[in-house]
């Protein structure tokens, strides 16, 4: 069932972990994983780009957190500087407020005793009280997001739409931010400080990533988690927190190295590899 022969995975294994190992780098950063659905599907022919999780391995994974004696945290715990007992700690984030988050994901992090960020795409969430589907999938409806809520779930925004912001026009943007924002807030009646950049971080776009803070500041959000592989450190720009993806192809010892920072090496290709896709963008409109 299990890719095991993929190179990210054996780099990490067999390089990364055993060096960490040796240096001791392991307490002072905090895994924040990346979820999306809970679910056998797979959407993507490569493990790298797979988004789901099947619940069967979902619910190892929790499985493997409580047994290595992980808590999960908010992300307000995990960016207060004042906090310094962060070993152990997790955050377990979801992106689109799907429908088997509540169905498949909650009953398994309740047997456990964990918590989540929630991500919503406001406009997706239903029509006429009935869960939306948008392209073939199923969403959240707002009593299950108030029921989440009201269970301690942080819930966060994930635009109104969805879409690819930084083709978007400055002043859209912000109309993408604000309104996903207060329509949470009305329906759950809770302040909404947490936004998830949808799709891959466009991080070599800077032009961009100037409308980007400056719409989340005057939308009053405190971060912004995005597709940045690593680990949270107390220097991280809180805009641009980087994750962990996670999903069905993770067998446990790949999951144990992710979560022990043996994945953190990836932010380096990953980063070449979009400046390099920037560049070669960037000739073509010229
Ligand atoms: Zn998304």
Redesign the pocket.
């Given at each position: 069932m299990f890719n095991r022969l993929r190179a990210d995975r054996l780099l990490s294994l067999g390089l990364l972990q055993p060096l960490l190992e040796l240096q001791k780098q392991r307490s002072h950063r905090v895994p924040v994983l990346m979820y999306?659905g809970i679910r056998e599907e797979k959407r993507s022919g490569s493990a790298y780009f797979e988004t789901n999780t099947s619940p069967d391995v979902f619910a190892q994974q929790m499985a493997y957190l409580a047994a290595h004696g992980f808590r999960t945290i908010s992300l307000d715990a995990a960016l207060d500087p004042t906090r310094d007992k962060l070993q152990r700690a997790v955050v377990l984030t979801f992106?689109?407020g799907l429908a088997d988050l509540y169905t498949t994901a909650m009953p398994v992090l309740a047997r456990f005793g964990f918590t989540a960020t929630v991500?919503i795409?406001s406009g997706f969430t239903e029509v006429a009280s009935h869960s939306k589907h948008v392209n073939g999938e199923e969403y959240l409806t707002w009593r299950r997001i108030r029921e989440l809520a009201d269970c301690g779930v942080d819930i966060g925004s994930?635009t109104v739409n969805?879409p690819r912001l930084w083709t978007l026009p400055p002043e859209q943007v912000q109309t993408e931010l604000v309104q996903s924002k207060c329509m949470i807030e009305a329906e759950t009646g809770k302040e909404i400080t947490h936004f998830?950049h949808?799709?891959a971080f466009p991080g070599h776009n800077p032009r961009y990533l100037t409308v980007l803070d400056d719409s989340l500041h005057k939308c009053n959000y405190t971060d912004c988690v995005s597709t940045l592989i690593g680990r949270l450190h107390s220097g991280v720009d809180r805009f641009r927190i980087p994750r962990l993806p996670v999903n069905t192809h993770d067998d446990p010892a790949f999951f144990a190295a992710k979560l022990d920072g043996a994945y953190d090496w990836l932010s380096v290709p990953q980063r070449l590899v979009k400046k390099v896709r920037s560049s070669a963008e960037l000739l073509q409109t010229r």
């Open positions: 999306h992106d689109d991500y795409v994930h969805h998830s949808p799709f």
